[in-house]
């Protein structure tokens, strides 16, 4: 079996009293048989090589680990580096290569239900616009995240595990992939 690169996305991490230095992150998962592995920033990227998984059992092992040596329950999400590319080519946005702090990906772990989604589809969201393709959410705010009326309410409306990432950091990740 041989060794494919993933990216691991922790939700929540640094943020609100959550914290995990990626040092501390890296600590945690040397025992998993990961090889090269790399953080990018402080918000709980990892990109590394592990023999090919599931994504679901990756992220559960990474989890387990930071639980085991940290005492910090931390939700995870694996994507493969292939999965990632095409997450980027799926972009329906193509601002993002000129503006790329408008567009952020929300990397869902199941499909919502449609009655959620026709409730987010409902919102008063001004210009900003979504969709979701393949697993991932789109979110287009022209006037920025920090004012977007969507961006806070996703993950509430939804009520799917998910977590987000500006577009700077998608690419970013990719590049650390080779994706």
């Given at each position: 079996m041989s060794d494919r690169t993933y990216i691991a996305l922790l939700r929540?991490?640094?943020?609100?009293?959550?914290?995990?230095?990626?040092?501390?992150?890296?600590?945690?998962?040397?025992?998993?048989?990961?090889?090269?592995?790399?953080t990018y920033l402080q918000s709980g990227n990892m990109?590394?090589?592990?023999?090919?998984?599931?994504?679901?059992?990756?992220?559960?092992?990474?989890?387990g680990a930071i639980r085991a040596h940290k005492a910090m329950d931390v939700t995870v999400m694996v994507r493969d580096a292939g999965q990632w590319g095409r997450i980027i080519a799926a972009n329906p946005?193509?601002?993002?290569?000129?503006?790329?702090?408008?567009v952020h990906s929300f990397i869902l772990?199941?499909?919502?239900?449609?009655?959620?989604?026709?409730?987010?589809?409902?919102?008063?969201?001004?210009?900003?616009?979504?969709q979701i393709v393949d697993g991932t959410l789109y979110l287009h705010t022209p006037d920025g995240f920090g004012k977007s009326a969507l961006g806070n309410a996703i993950?509430?409306?939804?009520?799917?595990?998910?977590?987000?990432?500006?577009?700077?950091t998608v690419l970013a990740l990719a590049d650390m992939a080779g994706a």
């Open positions: 929540g991490i640094n943020v609100g009293g959550k914290v995990l230095k990626m040092a501390d992150l890296k600590e945690a998962v040397a025992g998993l048989g990961f090889s090269d592995a790399r990109v590394f090589r592990a023999a090919r998984s599931e994504n679901a059992s990756i992220a559960k092992a990474i989890s946005y193509p601002q993002a290569r000129e503006f790329p702090k408008t772990d199941e499909m919502p239900e449609t009655s959620r989604l026709e409730i987010l589809a409902a919102k008063e969201a001004g210009r900003e616009e979504w993950e509430r409306v939804l009520k799917v595990p998910m977590t987000a990432r500006n577009w700077n």
